[in-house]
């Protein structure tokens, strides 16, 4: 079974930077697409990014484009999200995600594998 690990949460003043990893076992990634999704207190989970591993392509969510970087390597199977400029309405927990297939979809429902999320909090 595939598993997912998320690390690098924790509380950041705004305007800092956080580099969230996740490290995913189990299986090889050649057909799968990874995602990085957030959930508020209170708030729908929400796409953030996500990235192919067969090209590279990348793809974010409108409210963290420019701010957020997604990135992955292959070689250790990890994926990793810089987070630049944060601001207090980044806070939530974020979740890494795995979907069986290369084309990204950007709905919760359409991933197959969770992490357990990682905590971050921005204060003002």
């Known amino acids: 079974q595939v598993q997912l690990v998320e690390s690098g949460g924790g509380l950041v003043q705004a305007g800092g930077s956080l580099r969230l990893s996740c490290a995913a076992s189990g299986r090889t990634f050649s057909s799968s697409a990874m995602g990085w999704f957030r959930q508020a207190s209170g708030k729908e989970r929400e796409f953030v990014a996500a990235?192919?591993?067969?090209?590279?392509?990348?793809y974010y969510a409108d409210s963290v484009k420019g701010r957020f970087t997604i990135s992955r390597d292959n070689a250790k199977n990890e994926v990793y999200l810089q987070m630049n400029n944060l601001k207090p309405e980044d806070t939530a927990v974020y979740y890494c995600?795995?979907?069986?297939?290369?084309?990204?979809?950007?709905?919760?429902?359409?991933?197959?594998?969770w992490g357990q999320g990682t905590q971050v909090t921005v204060s003002s």
């Open positions: 990235i192919r591993w067969g090209g590279g392509s990348t």
């Open positions: 995600a795995q979907r069986n297939g290369i084309v990204v979809r950007t709905t919760p429902a359409e991933y197959d594998y």
